[in-house]
Structures are given as structure tokens and as C-alpha cells.
């Protein structure tokens, strides 16, 4: 059992308060693509984060303190947790606490985050579906938040792909495949905190990505452009 993964205190936000965090994350993403902005952050980001594969960062995070005078951002995380675990515990909320009243939407959480990986893929590839997706970070199942990256396992598997928990140094690059167990990875849904992949045991990680040989999202050009502290 995880202490304190869900807090006993239900923390209300209103719909303005949505809608101002919302605008500020549009604001800076659309900032990020900006020529000159993109050449000023490139110009000191590590080599390995210059090319654009073309995927955006998928589940990324943006913190926000909240006070009087609204929302303030404080940080942008590539390596965000959290989203698998705020469904899961939304859908117990749905199931026995009328009051909450949360309202419908036409799509679910799920479906929304397969169809956000599918859109990573296609952005780098073009066409088809990844196949394989590994949930990778160094020593999963000593992080905290490893029941999350069960639970984006189960619903990755569920709709009917192929998902692995690994470990980066357990990888291998050979052939221009990467690969863990000796199972081919389509797309990598990344949460290491090596931003760059610059320790020895993310080699084969770095040199698949900088082939373009995996889809890695986020990856250390999503992080250069909007992430790098």
C-alpha cells in the first residue's frame, strides 16, 4: 500500500478557475512554436533535444498555485504523474458520492489518452498505430507512483495493445530496434527524469531516439522547449 497517494481532503476548483489554468497551458504551448522563441531555447538546450520528431509530449503536467488573485504556474513537468490515478479515484467519486456532481463527456479519460498516444505516433511516423507501447522509467517498481503505470498498462491492454513496464537500463538497441525482453517498442511513454538521456544506462534509449528508431514521448525536445528549469 502507497501512505498518502490520495489525499483525505477534497480540494474544490471552480469552472473560472479551470478555464484561466486551461488558457495559460494554451498560452504557453502556442508560445513554445514560436520561430524565435524555438531558436533562443535550442540554441542552449543539449544537442539530443535540437531535432523535432515531431511529437508534442503527451500526459505532460502543469503545476499551478492557487491564491486570491487566481492561478499562478509554477513549473511544467515532462515526466508528470497523476492523470491514471485522478481518473481511477473520479470514477469512485461518480460511484458513491451523488453530490459531486460531475458532469458527463462525450469521451472517457481512457479513450482520451489512447487517442492522445495514437496522435504522438502519428505525428512521427505518419500512418498505422504503435503496436507496443513500454511505460519506462529506472526502477519502476520502486517508484512511487508504480500503481500508476499499472493502471496505464491495464488500459492500454484493454484496448487491445501490447504494454510493458520497463526499466531504461533494461533496454537494448540493435538492428535499429529497441527493445526490452527481447520485445520490439513501437512508442515509448517516457517518465525518466534524465531529461536529456545522457547516464550510461539510458544509452540505448538516447541512441534510438536520436535515430528516430522509437517514438519517445515527452521527450527532450518537449522538455527543452517547455520544461527545462
Sequence with gaps: PKAHLFSHVPVFLSATTVDEMRAIAVAVETTAQLAAYKAAVLSWAPEIARADHGPLGALM????????????????????????????????????????????????????????FQEEWLRQRGTGAPKCIAIVDDGPLEQ??????????????????????????????????????????????????????????????????????????????NHALLADK
Excluded: W
Excluded at 502543469?62 to 490515478?85: C, K, S
Excluded at 508504480?146 to 487491445?160: C, D, I, K, N, S
Design 61 to 116: 503536467g502543469y503545476d499551478f498555485h492557487l491564491g486570491e488573485d487566481g492561478p499562478r504556474l509554477i513549473e511544467i513537468n515532462t515526466n508528470a504523474g497523476g492523470a491514471f490515478l485522478n481518473a481511477f479515484l473520479a470514477r469512485a467519486q461518480r460511484a458513491c458520492c451523488a453530490e459531486m456532481d460531475i458532469p458527463a463527456t462525450s469521451q472517457s479519460f481512457e479513450d482520451a489518452v489512447i487517442g492522445m
Design 144 to 221: 512511487y507512483l508504480y500503481p500508476e503505470f499499472v493502471l496505464a498498462r491495464q488500459v492500454m491492454a484493454a484496448r487491445g495493445i501490447d504494454a510493458v513496464i520497463a526499466d531504461a537500463g533494461h533496454l537494448r538497441y540493435d538492428d535499429g530496434h529497441l527493445s526490452v525482453g527481447g520485445k520490439k517498442i513501437d512508442l515509448v511513454y517516457n517518465r525518466v527524469t534524465d531529461f536529456a538521456f545522457k547516464q550510461p544506462q539510458h544509452k540505448a534509449l538516447q541512441e534510438a531516439y536520436r535515430d528516430g528508431a522509437v517514438v519517445v514521448t515527452p521527450n527532450p525536445h
